[in-house]
């Protein structure tokens, strides 16, 4: 049986706090882990996309988004940023799809 599950999360929202992706410089990652309703048999495929972005106009825009320690049951969303890029905030969605359990399965041992 096949599984898909999504979602479509705030991941940050800097602007309203003075937070370090809308004031801070250089290097900034925000990461979010993101748990799955149901346990997956193996690690599913996870597909990320950036869904909302509000940026500073004034500076050029950098942005990275990814998905990282995925297992059976949930995984990392992860948006980086860098040089003098502003985020105010950012909204990811995500699918996930891969094998789960079928009720008519049988374990024998």
């Known amino acids: 049986m096949i599984g898909i599950e999504q979602g479509d999360p705030v991941l940050f929202s800097d ?19 993101i748990s799955f309703s149901e ?6 495929a996870i ?3 950036i ?12 942005a990275d988004i990814s998905t990282e ?13 860098w040089g003098d890029t502003r985020v105010a905030r950012v909204r990811v969605s995500w ?5 789960v359990a079928d009720p008519e399965d049988w374990d024998l041992y």
């Open 15 to 33: 602007f309203e706090d003075g937070g370090e992706m809308w004031t801070g410089r250089g290097q900034r990652e925000r990461r979010r882990r």
């Open 39 to 44: 346990r997956y048999r193996t690690p599913p």
């Open 47 to 49: 597909q990320a996309a």
């Open 51 to 62: 869904s909302l972005w509000d940026m500073d106009a004034t500076t050029v825009i950098r």
């Open 69 to 81: 320690t995925i297992t059976e049951d949930g995984f990392d969303l992860v948006f980086r940023t």
């Open 95 to 99: 699918t996930a799809i891969g094998e």
